[in-house]
């Protein structure tokens, strides 16, 4: 089965799609559950889902890093659409690597993922683009250790790895 493109005056939508869901938490949970409300949709997958998507659709015990494994759910279920939820496989490039076997994705590429995945990275952008934003505060992983040693178990710090 393929996504059939209906047109209605000026307005044209797609209809007949499956549709396949990256990932496992609230986020995707959220989409999966608006999608799902749509009248175009078909068939909606998950991998790997959750509790909550599978009331929604069918989750497949597919890892959200297995590209291949995701390529074949998509080639095996005529996926139409991949909606990718978590930055991780985003940053890695899951979007791009989906786009170049075909798949239509959801999604930036490897390149824009990086200013949700890089927090100096989006510093800079931020800072190139003169947009206000607090100053930031890199330092390596030895003093980003100590700040936790001196705050305790239950400090509110937080430092990311990326700056």
């Known amino acids: ?33 608006k999608i799902a409300e749509s009248s175009s949709l078909t068939e909606l997958h998950a991998a790997p889902g ?11 015990p597919i890892r959200v890093d297995d590209v291949e494994g995701l390529l074949g759910l998509c080639r095996e279920h ?28 959801f999604g930036p590429s490897k390149a824009a993922a990086q200013i949700e995945g890089s927090k100096s ?13 607090a100053k930031p505060r890199g330092g390596d992983r ?3 250790d100590q700040s936790r040693r001196a705050r305790g178990r239950k400090g509110r710090l937080r430092l990311p790895d990326t700056g």
Do not use: Q, Y
């Open 1 to 33: 089965m393929s996504a059939v493109l209906e047109t209605t005056g000026e307005t044209s939508r797609l209809a007949h799609v499956n549709v396949l869901v990256v990932g496992s938490g609230g986020r995707e949970h959220a989409l999966a559950w």
């Open 121 to 133: 990275f989006a510093k800079e952008i931020l800072e190139a683009a003169a947009v206000p934003t």
């Open 142 to 144: 030895a003093v980003r």
């Open 50 to 60: 959750n509790p909550g998507i599978a009331a929604l659709g069918r989750c497949h």
């Open 78 to 105: 005529e996926i139409h659409l991949v909606v990718v939820g978590p930055e991780a496989p985003l940053v890695a490039g899951m979007g791009d690597e989906l786009r170049r076997a075909g798949v239509p994705v």
